[in-house]
């Protein structure tokens, strides 16, 4: 079965440095998610990502926030001058339309330590 | 708004026994829900799905769910635990009803003894 694949599985980045998030959504998939979860907090939405522009996102997601497509296969989360807060699990999810009967598929997530 | 609550931070089980994790909702609309189950490092993986067809919903690994509108609820059960079943459940709505967003509820820690 297809599955959502991301990397590094562990990143550990000092404060204030940049870091990028990579994601292989399904391929055939055209929607495209980054959800985060704290460590003992539940699951946030962060971002969803269609037709090469962001179609909704949370209060979340700043300025310190960008996603990409640079080409076909890949999705990927830029968090500019990271904080200690930003230390979290990153999951990228991907669903095939953007109805709610479209589930979105997850991958197993980053885990991001900041330093 | 879209919510929901998930009544039980942990359950615990003997395996051979019933399950109920139980998830209320809160939606300005007819709302799409799901049930995820998250193993030990790993990802988030969906087990069944409700999306105004059949109040019960059958998922994957026995479990299933019974969309109640009149109790705006949604729990999961499964007959009978088995020891893999120990797990990290998430009850997610649809933010809206496009589908492009989904809140999920804090979790409910599924252990299951033998």
């Known amino acids: 079965e297809p599955e959502v694949t991301q990397t590094p599985s562990h990143q550990v980045t000092q404060m204030g440095q940049e870091v990028i998030l990579r994601c292989v959504p399904i391929?055939?998939?055209?929607?495209f998610y980054w959800y985060r979860q704290i460590l003992g907090q539940k699951v946030e939405f962060l971002v969803s990502?269609?037709?090469?522009?962001?179609?909704?996102k949370s209060e979340i997601f700043d300025d310190q926030f960008s996603v990409e497509r640079p080409d076909g296969s890949n999705f990927t989360l830029k968090i500019r001058s990271t904080k200690l807060e930003d230390s979290a699990m990153y999951f990228c999810?991907?669903?095939?339309?953007?109805?709610?009967?479209?589930?979105?598929?997850f991958g197993d997530g980053t885990r991001l330590s900041i330093l | 708004a879209q919510s929901v609550t998930q009544l039980d931070s942990h359950v615990s089980v003997s395996e051979g026994t019933p399950v109920l994790l139980r998830c209320n909702y809160s939606?300005?609309?007819?709302?799409?829900l799901f049930w995820y189950v998250q193993h030990p490092n790993k990802g988030l993986q969906l087990l069944l799905k409700?999306?105004?067809?059949?109040?019960l919903v059958k998922g994957i690994n026995g479990f299933e769910a019974e969309f109640k509108k009149s109790e705006t609820s949604f729990h999961l059960t499964k007959p009978s635990a088995h020891m893999s079943d120990a797990a990290e459940y998430f009850c997610?709505?649809?933010?809206?009803?496009?589908?492009?967003?989904?809140?999920f509820g804090k979790g409910t820690t599924l252990s299951v003894s033998s």
């Open positions: 939606s300005s609309y007819s709302p799409s």
């Open positions: 391929s055939n998939h055209l929607y």
């Open positions: 409700y999306t105004s067809a059949a109040t």
């Open positions: 997610v709505v649809s933010l809206n009803q496009a589908g492009t967003a989904l809140i």
């Open positions: 999810a991907s669903s095939g339309e953007g109805g709610p009967n479209q589930p979105q598929h």
């Open positions: 990502f269609y037709n090469n522009e962001i179609s909704e």
